[in-house]
C-alpha cells in the first residue's frame, strides 16, 4: 500500500468513525478525544506491531514501516498544520479583553507553577538519572515540553459543556475564559520552544535562539498578511477550500524544512487572518465541516506514532506526569484564590477543575517526536500521550462534580 493511498484510508477511517459514533458517545461522553480514535492508531503502529512479535513470537508484518513512517511525514504534518490553522481562527483579540482578573491571575499561576513544579521536578530527575555531560539542552527541552503540556486545558470540552447546558455561573465562565488564554498562550510557549531549542542544519545561517524565535513570528505574520490581501472578501466557498489548502502547504512545507512547528505557524496565521480580515468568520464557518475529522485524524496520528521507552521508565513517567500536573494546577487554584483575597469569587479548587486535555496535545506529541526523537523524549511524550487519555476521564469527572458542588450545573445526572 502507497504511503498517500494508506494516509487516505486512515483518514476515511477516522471520518466514518466520528460520523457514525461521535455524536452518540457525546450524549453520555463530553470527551472529544475518544479512546477508540487513539486506540486504532494504535493497532496499526509498528510500536505495538514490535512488542506483539519480540514478546509473543508472532510474525505479523508492519504496515508502517520506516519508510513508509518517513513519507507519512509531510502528509501527517499538512493535517496538523490544518489543526493550528482552525485553533488561531479561533483566537480573536477581542475575547482577551472579557477576560477578567482572576482569570488572567489564574492563567499566570497555571504557566508559572507548570515550569516550577513540572518543569523544575522532571529536569531534577532527567539530570540525576540521564546525563551525560553533553546533554542538557535536550534535558532542559524535555522539561520544558511537559511543563507546556501541563498547562494546556481543552476550551473545546469547557465551551461545548457550557453551551449545551447554557451555563452562566462565576465558575464556569472562569473555567470558559481561563481555558481560552490557557490553551492559546500554550501554543505560543510550545512554538517558541522550538526557536530557543532550534535544530539548524544550515552552515550559513547562525542565529541566537531569541533570534530564532522571532524568525518565527515573522515568517508567519507575513504568511498571515499575504493571505489577508490575497482572499480580499472572497465568498465562494470552493475559492476559500483552495487558498487555504494553498497556504496551509506552503506554511507547513516552510515550517517542516526551517525545523518549526507546523502547528504553531499555522495557528498565528490563522490567528492573524481572523482578526484582520473581514470573511474571518466566513473562513471558520467553512473549516467547522472539517473540524472533527482533522481532531480525529491528529488523535489516529498519536497512536500510530507513538514510540515508547521501556515499560518499567514508560510507566513511572506516566504516574509522575499525571501526579505533578494535578499539583500544578491545584497550586495555581490555591495561590490565585489567596491572590485575590476575597476581591472575585473563586474556590480554592478551581484549578481542579481545567484537568481535561486536548487535541491539540495530540498534535504537540507527534510533531516533538518528529524533530526531537531520542530515548528521553520517547519517554517524556509517552508520559504526555497517556496523560490525553487519563484527564480525558479525570479531568471530565472532576469539571463535573466541581460545576455541580458550586451549583453551576443543577441537573446532577449529567
Known sequence: MTPLLLLLVIFLVG???THLFVQHIRKSQYMLIGLEYIFLGLLISPSLTNWLNASWQFSIPQLITPEVSTQLKPGVLLVIGVLGFITGLNFKFKYL???KKPDWLLTFFEILFSY?????ISFGLLYYFFFDGNNLFTLINSACMLSIAGVITSHSFIKN??????????LSQTFYNNSFLNIN?????YGFLYGIFHQSTSTIVKFTPVEWVVVSIFFSSIMGLLFFLFLGNEK???KIYLAILGIIIFSSGAAYILNFSPLYINFIIGAILTNVSKIGGTILDVLKKITQPISVLVAIFAGVFWVPSTFLLTAIAILLFALLRILAKATAGFMSYAALRGEYYLPKVTGLGLLSTDVVICAMVVEYGFLFDNNITHTILSAIFASVIIFNFYGFYKAKNLLIDFDDIKNKNL
Open 185 to 189: 498562550f500554550g501554543i505560543l510557549l
Open 97 to 99: 479583553f472579557v477576560c
Open 116 to 120: 516550577l513544579i513540572i518543569g523544575g
Open 15 to 17: 471520518y466514518l468513525i
Open 236 to 238: 465562494d466557498e470552493s
Open 161 to 170: 459543556i457550557s453551551e449545551k447546558y447554557n451555563l452562566s455561573g462565576v
